[in-house]
């Protein structure tokens, strides 16, 4: 096979792959989905239950270069050193690192060279951090695939099978969770280098299968990388290394790039509709675009503060986001006319949202960072309509990222200071009664944030570690 | 067509004339129906002669490879009274549904065999060398009936079982079907007249299990195990103990005793009645590991005695050796080994080139230490130990361990690991000396640019060509080497050894026949 048959090939295998996306409890991109939801819908070990059983524990940590963006999740890789479970994250110093997430291993590290006629920018600030800021992605389908099917029972984590009966005896072993199909072909990871050409990697070997392409200029403050239908989407702000602020989309079939420019409004974040639309939050209000083009459809002025989310609720969508007021808004997709409006009371909502549904009940829970504090909302039905209802709050914790939800456990992080660590909670979905804490296990603060995959977590700190909890089959 | 037009035979130095005959077979894959791989009655080869080992004869056979695999281990008879007068005859089955039997005096082919049946309606993919079509499973060869007489029992690629007089290939008995058309079996065993075989892989849509049936059985009822999970793909298939009760691996799947799924273990399975039914099994504790990192049990295991007790050794792609008890394997919770060796290989945790293929091997010196033989693929562990070895291993090698027991516990201790080997396969032992060799064959299934791609002709393009050695079985020590005389690389081949001969066959479908001159 000729190495352009090779790239298309892992290429087209990268786009089919996406329809399958997080059957495997994957995390495709910030925000871990398309819609932003922050979430892994089934988990085989991570429950309530589980958790407070004590299956969360302290799996390893790794020195990076650079600071770490949140890590994206592919599990069940067959590469040619064998089956691997893969996260990969950027660093601040243009490097993408791929991890073997079960054992705490680096798989590949790959140097983006900067290459760009700008000079880079070496020592960048608070607002303008210097390197690459865009955590990477993998191709995230647009519709969410159906969860797996049950996997018996919300029981303890543990060795599968290590409740086996002896010779006679009859014990009652819990059903063996079944395994993911391994992925046969290669995928992609899309990232955005310090010089703003869009890379696309080899998840088996971190090496580019395509010339990288200019997409966005150098230096700038990137962020909300995300692949959906073989168009690579990114959000810049605050006017670093001279970009415009606004929404970029590059088309990788010809690596041609369009953008909604806006103008001094910081872009926040994106999220998309399972319909393709792409919602913009700005500094300045927010925006449907069409999908590769970036053509406004509808806006609406206000100033939000947080990336959108797009969640359903008995098969309507509903745009979810937060003004600088701490108002919380559910708009309607399409009018973006506000359908709930819970007033914040002048309150710091978060960058971003939660969302998780409730399998039993079927009810939609929205979380979100409120000044100090994880709070979660419930939506009901009032008088035929929905409504948001605050349910519970967490204690307070130190500048808390926002929260990220996995199979009912809600996972906070108190990113901490100069001079207080970052600590990882796990809350009860439902009550948010704390179930287990990471402790002391963590050394330094958090700017990045957490994601999750693969019945772990990961929690990236400013001296360039990359922590892991959760679960991890044993080996031995 | 006419067998003799594809003969090639090369009479080095007096071979072909002065072979002596001295009375030991290799009637099975693996040399007896315990799979240790030991021949016990050599007395021609010692680890002070092997030095001067050269090719006595090579034959050029007319089988067909397919998809990587070609001749299978030569079975071996003694004095087998033909025609022509009693001889020394290695029976050979190739892949393209060939039986060859040869003189191994003079290299000749006595008679030939070729089965013949309709296309099956289903076979593996093309290219792929997990599924080749045709004859897979090596025959086994029955012990003497009343007239002496031995039969050599065939599977033919339709999975008919042909009962073939060793002495000149005629039908014994009427062919029975057995195993399923296109389904590659593996090798055939043979216990109390019941013949045993196993499938994996799913080929041509054939189900993994356990196989076996009476050869007296009117009706040749096919009585079968499955363990629901995993295919049973030990190279040597089933290994049975001296209760009757065949031990294979399961391979990828899973555990759950609940429904009685016995995936990455070892299940026993007996003849009770007509029934095949599962006596027994083992699951490694860590077994969720290896079926997510495709680290298979799938090493046909060696069956063995040691002080007045059955025991069992079996291993993984993990790169690991497990002792087990045949009369309770993995203890009361079928989890717990006698020993566990730490990881000898596989440190990049590799589904492809590295760990334990095969099968395992075993033999007593005579000094009653029971020695444990174990071939292994890629570089070994940084953190395996060793107290011989002979340079860096980076591609496979064989390691030997000593069976100790003190006070009830038992420990398989490490005693010497071989020279480098091109992916080591599965030793043979006889007379103190273990005969081992490299198979030179590419086995890689997945690609850096692709992913997994596990195809045959790329794999027989890059692979190169087979070097057998001996070795000290007591150090390990290179005593012989073939270098670069054999042309070709092994797939699915094997050792065997009787009466001061050593054979390998090789994918280009040449047996080769190594000895001493005049011997």
Known sequence: ?476 | MRTSRFVIAMALGCAMSCAVTFGADWPTDGGNPQRTAWQKDEKILNKDNVKNLKIVWKIQLDNKPIEMHSLFPPLIVDKVNTPSGPKQIAIVAGVSDNIYAIDVATAEIIWRKHFEYPTPARRGRPTDPLCPAGLTATPVIGPPNANGSRTVYAMAGDGEVHSLNVADGEDMASPFQFGYPNGKSYALNLWDGVLFTTTAQGCAGNPNQMWSVKISDPSHKVMTYSPKSGGLWGRTGAAIDESGVAWAPTGDGRYDPATQTYGNGLVGAKVVGNELKLQDYYIPKNWAWLQSRDLDMQVTPAIFKYKGKELMIAASKECRIYLLDTKAAGGDDHQTPLDRTPLICNEEVNFASAGIWGSMASWEDAQGTRWILSPFWGPSHPDFKVPVSYGPVTHGAVVAFKLEEKNGKYKLTPAWMSRDMDQAEPPVIANGVVYAFGSGENTEQAYPDRGLDDNSPERIHDSTHAVFYALDAETGKELYSSGDQIKSFVHFGGLSVANGRVYLGTYDSILYCFGLEGK
């Open chain 1, 1 to 476: 096979m000729s190495p352009k048959a090779v790239a298309l090939f892992v290429l087209f295998a990268s786009v089919a792959l996406a329809q399958f996306g997080r059957g495997g409890g994957d995390w495709m991109a910030v925000g871990g989905d398309a819609q932003r939801t922050a979430s892994v819908r089934t988990d085989a070990h991570i429950t309530v239950e589980a958790v407070q059983g004590g299956v969360m524990q302290s799996l390893w940590k790794i020195k990076l270069n650079g600071v770490p963006t949140p890590p994206v999740v592919a599990s069940r890789l067959i590469t040619y050193k064998g089956f691997k479970d893969l996260l990969y994250v950027g660093t601040s110093a243009d490097n993408v690192v791929s991890i073997d997430h079960t054992v705490g291993k680096i798989f590949w590290e790959t140097h983006l060279p900067y290459d760009s006629l700008l000079v880079p920018v070496k020592n960048g600030t608070a607002t303008c951090p210097a390197g690459m800021t865009a955590a990477v992605s993998l191709a995230a389908p647009l519709v969410p695939p159906p969860p797996p099917a049950p996997r018996g029972g919300r029981g303890p984590g543990g060795p599968p099978g290590a409740a086996g009966p002896g010779r006679g005896g009859n014990m009652n072993p819990a059903t063996v969770p079944t395994l993911p199909r391994p992925r046969r072909t290669p995928g992609t990871v899309y990232a955005l280098s310090s010089d703003g050409l869009i890379h696309v990697l080899n998840q088996h070997t971190g090496q580019d299968i395509i010339a990288a392409a200019r997409f966005i200029r150098g230096n700038a403050k990137a962020h909300d990388v995300i692949q959906v239908g073989n168009v690579v989407y990114a959000v810049t702000g605050d006017g670093c290394g001279g970009t415009p602020n606004g929404v970029w989309a590059i088309n990788l079939e010809d690596n041609g790039v369009n953008e909604w420019k806006t103008s001094d409004a910081s872009v926040l974040g994106l999220a998309f509709a399972t319909d393709g639309t792409v919602f913009a939050t700005t500094t300045k209000g927010i925006a449907a675009l069409e999908a590769k083009t970036l053509k406004v459809k509808q806006q609406r002025d206000g100033e939000y503060a947080t990336t959108p989310m797009v969640i359903k609720v008995k098969d309507k969508e509903y745009v979810v986001a937060s003004n600088v007021h701490g108002h919380v808004f559910l708009l309607d997709p399409v009018s973006l006319e506000l359908v709930v409006n819970v007033p914040g009371n002048g309150a710091s909502i978060g960058s971003s949202f939660a969302s998780w549904e409730e399998v039993e009940s079927k009810t939609r829970w929205i979380l979100a960072v409120k000044n100090s504090a994880v709070v979660a909302f419930k939506v009901v039905e009032k008088d035929g309509s929905i409504a948001l209802e605050q349910s519970w709050a967490s204690k307070e914790m130190v500048s808390p990222a926002p929260p990220i939800v996995v199979n009912g456990v809600v996972f906070a992080l108190s990113s901490g200071s100069r001079t207080t660590p970052a600590v990882l909670y796990a809350l009860d979905g439902m009550t948010g009664k704390e179930l287990w804490s990471s402790g002391k296990a963590i050394a330094g603060y958090s700017t990045s944030g957490i994601s999750s995959g693969a019945s772990k977590v990961f929690v990236g700190t400013h001296d360039g570690t990359l922590y892991a909890f959760g679960y991890s089959l044993p080996r031995e």
